[in-house]
């Protein structure tokens, strides 16, 4: 089992893909509105963490799947998850500062 073959899997890139389109829409919000401080959470807002807290079950469902049966591709694949939900949670954390 590689890696390659594990991100080929729907829960390997799904959540990949879920952060991606959260980190996305924060450049697009961003590159349309500006940074803006507002009182209320926007859609944009709500959107972002529903992607988030969506991986959640999808990350769960692939440790408790591949990690009995590839632990050290599992471990590589969960890292680049998490890598790429912390991609995109930088920016909301900089930005609301």
Do not use: C, N
Request: proline fraction near 6%; glycine fraction near 6%; aromatic fraction near 12%.
């Amino acid at each position: 089992m590689t890696i390659g073959t594990l991100m080929r899997q729907p829960t390997g890139y799904v959540p990949m893909a879920m952060s991606l389109a959260a980190f996305a829409m924060i450049v697009w919000f961003v590159a349309v509105h500006g940074v803006v401080h507002q009182a209320d959470e926007g859609t944009e807002a709500h959107l972002w963490q529903l992607l988030m807290v969506g991986q959640l079950p999808v990350l769960l469902f692939f440790a408790f799947k591949w990690l009995p049966r590839a632990p050290r591709q599992t471990f590589y694949v969960l890292a680049l998850q998490a890598g790429a939900a912390l991609a995109s949670i930088a920016p909301v954390l900089f930005l609301h500062l």
